[in-house]
Structures are given as C-alpha cells and as structure tokens.
C-alpha cells in the first residue's frame, strides 16, 4: 500500500524523483551516461524511458554524491525546467528555459532560489534571482550565457554560480 501510495506521489509531480538513484559505479548502457573526470570524480545522466526526465548526479572522487540536477524535457529532449539539489536532496534551486520561435534554439534560463521566495511588488509574481541570456551567430554557434542578476549588490559569479543548460544532450541525440 505505502508503494502504491509514493507511485500515486511521484506521477502526480509533488515529490521529486529520487527513486532512479544510480551509484558511483554505473556504466553506460541505454539510459545511463558516466562521465570520468580527471580528478576521479564523476558525473551520471541517467534519463527515463520515455526521455522526459533527465537526471544529473555529480559525485565526488571518493562516492560521494555533490549535486543533483532534475530536467524536465519536452518532447523534442529540450529542458524546460530543473531543479537543483545538494547532496542532501535539499533543493537550492529551480530553473525555466525559453526557446526562440523561429528556431527552437535556447534563449533564456531563469533561476529561482527555492529557499527565499523573491515576489515582485509591482506584479506579485514571483522574480527571477538571476537570468541567462544567449544569442546565436550567422553558423548557429551559441553565444556565452550574458548574466544578469536581479539582487542589487550582489557578485553574480560569486553566489549563484554556473548556468544549468546542457550544452549537448548526453545521449548524443
């Protein structure tokens, strides 16, 4: 009956996906990807079957998971949402994505901190702590992220770090 009940859970979207959890010593194989870093640390796609959910796990060299990355993916395998986790499932953060109409190509990442809810006053919908913003050239080639950080005084780079997009889909498809 419990099963049943997380299966009930987790179709209905209100807890994350925690259950595909793969080790440190995955291998590749149809829905799992690992790529070995020089340090020894390492970092394992795995996606479901239906390819609308892929999940990245960063691992130290020693085992020990880093991070947690949850995509969400339309049905031509582009993310339109994430949620970030540190090593202790405690989400940090969440993103959205936007596509450019003409072309589908990635425009725009919006990060949200999921721990302190930043509402606008002028709207009352919740803000963006950072944006991602990219541009193509006349190859196609996509531009590096130009950031944008809506929280007066602060560092960028320092505190929020990197862009979550995936630079190329780790299925090679």
Known sequence: MKLFLLLIIFALGVIPAFADEVGFDAV???????M???D???????RSPDNRTLTKRTYSAKGVVKMLTIYRMDEHGNPTGCK???????????FSYGYRKTDGKLAEERMFDSRVKRIDPKTGNEMPVRRFLYYYDALGNRSAPIAITLIPGVDPEDYFGAPSALDKNPFGE
């Open 40 to 46: 020894g640390s390492r970092t394992i796609f795995t």
């Open 84 to 94: 970030i986790y540190d090593g202790n499932k405690n989400e940090l953060y969440k």
């Open 28 to 34: 590749d194989g149809p829905n799992v990807r690992v």
């Open 36 to 38: 070995r870093h020089d």
